[in-house]
């Protein structure tokens, strides 16, 4: 069974300018999250999907945040513009949805802000 | 809001021997799911091990396995037999029953070095 795959794997940019992220969950998962992770810290939710549906972004930054996750499988992150304290690694994770259920990680994309 | 602490930021382990990393969290609720996670330096987040509140025993699996002190709020994980493959950043996180993934805190967790 194939992993959730991100890419890229890694990200360097100048503040002010934009990037984007891109997740592919494990077929058939309905939900679908993203998460930052500062360095010396654990995760930190900051949207959930299920499906094509936004659940939860009460963590977003929607000022500079956005994500979609059109058609209910693939999903992206995009930062415009981005800050110098964004430098973070981008994990995105995937679970068959529903309480309970384990979320499966990818291996994220490491963001440099300089 | 719920907290879970890691109060040891690095710790190391001779190959083949034992070691325990500890974790203490904080919630009013009494039905909820404890994990700890390992995430290698390719920086993907694979669950170790799953303790549910209600259950009295400890999870284990294979060489890892915890001790769960629910009144005293405490959830360490112990490795045995120590292989230069555990060397990680392992994270301890918390989830209320009922909710999903999304709904995971974690700690800041503790890198842990193998020697050979």
């Known amino acids: 069974e194939a992993g959730v795959a991100q890419s890229p794997r890694y990200k360097i940019i100048e503040k002010r300018q934009s990037v984007a992220f891109w997740c592919n969950p494990i077929s058939g998962h309905a939900t679908l999250y993203w998460y930052q992770q500062i360095l010396g810290q654990g995760p930190k939710l900051l949207i959930q999907?299920?499906?094509?549906?936004?659940?939860?972004d009460s963590q977003l930054p929607k000022d500079r945040f956005s994500a979609e996750r059109l058609k209910g499988v693939d999903s992206t992150l995009k930062i415009q513009p981005a800050k110098l304290e964004d430098s973070a690694v981008y994990l995105c994770a995937s679970s068959l949805g529903g309480v309970n259920t384990e979320a499966f990680f990818g291996q994220g994309t490491r963001l440099t802000v300089v | 809001a719920q907290t879970v602490t890691q109060s040891q930021p690095e710790m190391s382990v001779q190959e083949a021997e034992t070691v325990t990393l500890s974790c203490t969290y904080d919630t009013s609720e009494s039905d909820y799911y404890l994990f700890w996670y390992k995430q290698p330096p390719s920086r993907q987040m694979i669950l170790v091990i799953r303790?549910?509140?209600?259950?009295?025993q400890n999870a284990t699996e294979n060489r890892f396995s915890v001790n769960f002190q629910k009144a005293a709020k405490s959830f360490s994980l112990k490795i045995s037999d120590s292989q230069l493959g555990d060397a990680a950043m392992y994270f301890c996180?918390?989830?209320?029953?009922?909710?999903?993934?999304?709904?995971?805190?974690f700690g800041d967790g503790t890198t842990l070095t193998v020697k050979p």
């Open positions: 996180a918390y989830r209320r029953s009922g909710t999903n993934a999304g709904k995971s805190t």
């Open positions: 999907f299920q499906n094509n549906g936004v659940v939860d």
């Open positions: 303790q549910e509140a209600y259950k009295q």
